[in-house]
């Protein structure tokens, strides 16, 4: 951290620690002072933690430890750090390694394998079976046809189950626009599979596999190739979020860790209607929520669904403001660039659903969905910083959707994680799968502990959730 000039009230305190030196505190009082975390020796890593905090008249600083390093096992414990430390704020966090962060350079090539079986054998619709399996990394998706990368997702999913986050279209956009790049902090390490006639049966990212005869050999040896990468990357760990739960119990044998998390997710019933949704809830959730979409007309404005041709420049401009302020008030980091927006706009189509909300058509808000095969995914949302529209919120991504969905005949939205105050409004738990390798012994020990606890956990507050349906009882 850079040398600071302070003002003689105001106070420094710095936590370390290492696996070598232990566990530290540092308080510093004054005008000047420079923080430097410790650092472990060889590859341990090291971090620290800086607070400020402003000095109480009334409860003086104890001179005596400004300056100095405290250990654990002396003064320093919790009742002590109450009296030295009034009000903390948290102002930076370092973590350091000598160990280099740099990608090892490797082989594109991840080696080949023949499936059991005849080569001569004809599937049911004459296709020659292939006898030669070649697998290698692609480090950025525009080296790959997008006719044969989204080839293998409509196999592995279905048309009706597409997922547009998966698409060709929506991964290179964020490759060639900026966000997942390696100055942004990600390298892309797209693995394929291709038969003997050059054609791509697999591709990432989880896995998207062609259907063939051989297709449950080529999974095992695409998870065998994922750990083998991340052996050859020198990283600490590959995770796979939401594979299909079939593929998160397979992957259980091949030493994964398994995770389990929870969404919120609205189910269509056939509904003609919003009006025969709301007719689904109980009578106090059906009157919230219609007193909660009065409000939006009350506030004089005016809510728009685009698609396709519809969303002009103009408004992706808008909504990449809305967006940056959703990020600074949450205190996130906007990785998705300007460019960007235009960009899916442009590639994926009618695929996207922007919900705008207008004030004497002066944009205000908006909120970002992409339309799969028989979902509508609901992901961003921003407003305009001046000012606060109550309800507006729930009415651009909750409310517009369903109509959305029910319009475009859809069986499910998905709203994502988090955020209890979903439920009340439609949207249910579902249980969401993940799957982790990590190359550490202890650590892997570590981690599987804590799911253990954790699975637990998720599978109440599931349960408890989902007793607080807001559909009537039948």
């Avoid at 933690?49 to 003086?60: D, G, I, W």
């Avoid at 990432?204 to 190739?225: E, M």
């Avoid at 475009?408 to 994680?417: C, I, R």
């Avoid at 949207?427 to 990590?438: A, D, F």
């Amino acid at each position: 951290m850079k040398q600071t000039k302070k003002n003689k009230n105001e106070n420094f305190v710095v936590f370390s620690f290492s696996r070598t030196k232990g566990f530290s505190v540092r308080v510093f009082r004054g005008s000047n002072i420079q923080a430097k975390p410790n650092r472990g020796r060889g590859s341990e890593m090291a971090a620290s933690l800086c607070f400020y905090c402003t000095v109480n008249s009334s409860a003086p600083m104890h001179s005596a430890w400004l300056g100095k390093t405290l250990s654990t096992s002396g003064p320093f414990n919790s009742r002590s750090c109450q009296r030295v430390l009034p009000s903390l704020t948290i102002i930076a966090l370092f973590w350091g390694s000598r160990k280099s962060t740099e990608m090892q350079s490797m082989d594109v090539s991840l080696g080949t394998f023949t499936p059991e079986g005849s080569a001569t054998e004809v599937t049911s619709d004459n296709e020659l079976k292939s006898h030669r399996i070649s697998l290698s990394v692609a480090s950025s998706i525009t080296d790959i046809s997008s006719e044969q990368w989204d080839a293998c997702a409509m196999d592995a999913t279905g048309v009706e189950k597409l997922n547009p986050f998966l698409t060709h279209a929506f991964l290179s956009s964020l490759e060639e626009t900026g966000c997942a790049v390696k100055g942004a902090g990600w390298l892309p390490q797209h693995i394929i599979a291709k038969d003997q006639y050059d054609n791509i049966i697999v591709t990432g990212p989880r896995i998207l596999i062609r259907k063939s005869w051989y297709k449950n050999q080529v999974f095992d040896k695409l998870v065998s190739a994922l750990k083998d990468l991340t052996e050859k990357s020198g990283v600490s760990s590959l995770h796979i979020t939401f594979p299909s739960e079939d593929e998160w119990h397979k992957m259980k044998k091949d030493g994964f860790l398994q995770r389990i998390g929870m969404q919120y997710h609205w189910k269509n019933r056939d509904y003609k209607s919003f009006d025969e949704f709301l007719m689904d809830l109980k009578q106090s959730k059906r009157k919230n929520i219609r007193q909660e979409r009065k409000k939006i007309s009350a506030q004089n404005l005016k809510i728009k669904r685009l698609r396709g041709d519809e969303i002009k420049a103009r408004h992706w401009d808008s909504f990449y403001k809305f967006y940056q302020n959703t990020t600074d008030n949450k205190w996130g980091r906007a990785y998705l660039t300007r460019d960007f927006f235009h960009t899916i706009g442009s590639k994926l189509g009618d695929r996207v659903l922007l919900v705008v909300a207008e004030e004497e058509d002066e944009l205000v808000a908006g909120a970002l969905n992409l339309v799969g095969g028989d979902n509508l995914f609901g992901r961003l949302w921003g407003c305009h910083p001046r000012a606060y529209y109550p309800s507006l919120h729930f009415e651009a991504c909750y409310y517009q959707a369903i109509e959305a969905a029910i319009e475009l005949k859809l069986s499910t939205v998905e709203a994502g994680a988090q955020g209890e105050h979903k439920i009340q409004r439609g949207y249910l738990p579902v249980t969401t799968y993940s799957c982790h390798y990590i190359r550490n012994d202890s650590f892997k020990q570590a981690i599987e502990d804590f799911l253990v606890h954790e699975t637990e956990q998720v599978k109440l507050v599931v349960k408890m959730l989902k007793d607080s349906s807001p559909f009537k009882e039948n």
